[in-house]
């Protein structure tokens, strides 16, 4: 089946900028999306990124896509402790409802 | 805008007895509403997909008749753990997917989350 691969852990200090990786295996993927979750909350859409797109960006996030390589990434800027979560990616194709999750990065921003 | 809300937040029961989730989408109409099973510091498991008024389709070894599913609305999903152990003792999370403006495949949106815990 498809699949969807993140490193487990990301360490940071406060005010620098993170990267977040993702892989995925699905050729027909159109939405990929990334989502936080803090401890013992639900998930909260972050952003997401048509196919069809190189870059994103909204406010401190820039979401890069690599169709080729499918390998998708999420740049936080100046990283701030209320950043620290967990983030999921996450990738559907057309036509399903199905979305194939990461098995998230955990993101650890330093004072 | 695109609020899911689930109740209870938390919940502990005793073994043998049965719980029900609610979820809701507050502010819009959601096409489909997913149940989703999340095991300590793992990812999101898929437990079964519903539509209004129509039966849940369930994911591969999900067994249906201790995870009930209703969808008694275009806004409210119900999942009831019957029969609960201690090996159901999970952190449940409902989405619910509304068709993006302009676009072809639904966003979801998630629940808080619910824990439950069998004694």
């Known amino acids: 089946g498809e699949d969807v691969e993140q490193s487990l852990f990301l360490s940071v200090r406060e005010g620098d900028s993170s990267v977040i990786n993702c892989t995925y295996t699905?050729?027909?993927?159109?939405?990929l999306y990334w989502y936080k979750q803090e401890p013992g909350a639900g998930l909260q859409l972050l952003t997401y990124?048509?196919?069809?797109?190189d870059m994103k960006q909204d406010q401190r996030l820039t979401v890069l896509l690599n169709k080729k390589d499918k390998h998708l990434s999420l740049r936080i800027a100046d990283t701030q402790t209320g950043d620290s979560a967990i983030y999921f990616c996450?990738?559907?194709?057309?036509?399903?409802?199905?979305?194939?999750f990461g098995t998230g990065t955990r993101l650890k921003v330093l004072a | 805008g695109a609020v899911v809300s689930q109740h209870p937040s938390w919940v502990i029961c005793k073994s043998g007895t049965s719980v029900k989730i609610e979820c809701r989408s507050l502010?819009?109409?959601?096409?489909?509403m997913f149940w989703y099973r999340q095991f300590p510091k793992q990812s999101l498991m898929l437990m079964a997909t519903s539509n209004e008024g129509s039966k849940a389709t369930y994911e591969q070894g999900v067994e249906k008749d201790k995870f009930l599913i209703n969808h008694a609305s275009l806004t409210l999903s119900t999942l009831t753990v019957t029969s609960a152990h201690p090996e159901d003792s999970s952190f449940y999370i409902c989405?619910?997917?509304?068709?993006?403006?302009?676009?072809?495949?639904?966003?979801?949106?998630f629940g808080p989350g619910t824990r439950l815990t069998v004694l």
């Open positions: 989405s619910a997917s509304t068709l993006r403006a302009g676009g072809d495949t639904d966003t979801q949106y």
């Open positions: 699905d050729s027909s993927s159109t939405y």
């Open positions: 996450a990738e559907t194709s057309s036509g399903t409802y199905k979305y194939i």
């Open positions: 990124i048509f196919s069809n797109m």
């Open positions: 502010d819009f109409q959601a096409t489909t």
